[in-house]
């Protein structure tokens, strides 16, 4: 085992050499081998502490191997507590933030919950259907340009603009599904890729209704009305969602409204047809689920989630740009997913919190945030593959227990 880990040491201090000494070194026309070196005596220690934390371990007597790992028992504890308290924790502290936090953190915040309706409405097309979707970010687009042409030139309000945006996110979810029903892996992703990149370049170059790389500009804000009782009688007031504490609060509404529809969902038998597809369509076919109206239900209302946060965040910038919907964001998205637990609702919602707010954090290092990203995705991957927060499924189906069965007499 030592020569075994040893040969690993060697095998990724030499690809960290060839990562980063090119990339850290050359700066312009001259090279900075002090620089260069000195990252990667960092990454390269790193390494040497995790294998002499390995083989620590694995010196420990055997009884100690048998003893609960500190993160399941972490795990026991807090199950232990009743969902309840939990949950009711978690909002109240949601439901306070703005109050403790400034602007940007709030403005931050927002982008998270937004990101996590996302990552809820592509899980239902990944997580629960199985279906690799690449341009997810495309329905966010739909839904964003739906209210912001409505507002300009219709004046429809956010609240009568936003079932339109749903029926007509979920129609072209519908349009972009059906040509797939009967692709799978690498097939299906590079289609629905095509199809989201299609849908940019249609905003981008069609200046006369999108007005193209110059984007809209000039919607109006959230409004709420609530009766107001002055002399001349009863009558509504308006108020319109300016404040980024009032916008939170909207989002935050909406997050749990996404997160209590695909939790329903996830529980429900459609649900179920679902998952039967994503383990085995045909043996899901042969039992009598209807497979081509189930999947094109999961992309009608993945896309409908995702049209719900375009409006949102096209009525918060009153602003909107096809640069805004680009590939990454709908990478991103799938990160979320990938990284929170396929299938899992709490571990999409962390791992959303985690991927939007950690870089905010990190924003004095920029040089580097894309370098952790990657670190930590391709760690996690390795270390944790089911998520931050699986499912049990999921958990049981890449852990497998390869304890024998006893023999029978």
């Given amino acids: 085992m030592v020569r075994q880990e040893l040969k690993k040491l060697v095998v990724y201090s030499f690809f960290l050499a060839i990562l980063l000494i090119p990339m850290l070194g050359f700066k312009t026309t001259t090279f900075e081998p002090g620089r260069a070196f000195k990252t990667l005596g960092v990454f390269v220690a790193i390494l040497i502490f995790n294998f002499i934390v390995k083989m620590i371990r694995s010196q420990r007597k055997p009884a100690d191997a048998q003893k609960t790992p500190f993160t399941e028992r972490m795990q026991e504890q807090i199950n232990r507590l009743p969902k309840t308290y939990t949950l009711g924790g978690l909002i109240a502290l949601a439901v306070i933030f703005p109050l403790l936090a400034d602007n940007y953190m709030i403005d931050v915040g927002i982008t998270c919950l937004i990101y996590v309706c996302l990552g809820l409405g592509l899980n239902i097309v990944v997580g629960l259907c199985g279906l690799l979707d690449l341009g997810y970010i495309a329905f966010y687009a739909v839904g964003a340009y739906t209210y912001s042409l409505l507002n300009l030139t219709f004046g429809l309000s956010f609240w009568a603009a936003l079932p339109i945006g749903v029926v007509l996110g979920m129609i072209v979810g519908c349009i972009i599904g059906y040509p797939t029903l009967k692709m799978r892996g690498d097939y299906l992703a590079i289609v629905t890729l095509g199809f989201g990149e299609i849908v940019r370049l249609v905003l981008n170059n069609w200046d006369s209704l999108t007005a193209g790389p110059n984007g809209l500009f000039g919607m109006k804000r959230p409004v709420l009305y609530y009766p107001s009782f002055a002399e001349d009688g009863f009558a509504w007031a308006s108020y319109y969602l300016k404040s980024l504490p009032a916008l939170y609060y909207l989002i935050f509404i909406i997050a749990i409204l996404v997160i209590i529809g695909v939790r329903r969902l996830d529980n429900s038998r459609i649900g179920r047809a679902w998952i039967a597809i994503r383990e085995d369509e045909v043996a899901a076919e042969l039992s009598g689920v209807p497979t081509t109206w189930i999947k094109l239900l999961a992309y009608a209302l993945g896309a409908a989630f995702a049209s719900v946060a375009g409006a949102f965040f096209a009525a918060k910038l009153s602003y909107t740009n096809p640069n805004f919907f680009l590939f990454m964001e709908s990478c991103i998205v799938l990160c ?20 939007i707010a950690a870089p905010e954090v990190f924003r004095g290092l920029e040089n580097y945030r894309m370098l952790a990203f990657g670190a930590i995705m391709t760690i996690m991957m390795i270390i944790k593959p089911e998520g931050l927060i699986p499912a049990s499924r999921r958990r049981r189906e890449l852990h497998e227990t390869n304890e024998k069965k006893p023999a029978e007499n």
């Avoid at 299938?343 to 985690?354: D, E, R």
């Fill in 336 to 355: 979320i997913v990938v990284l929170g637990g396929v299938g899992s609702i709490p571990g999409i919602i962390v791992a959303g919190f985690v991927l």
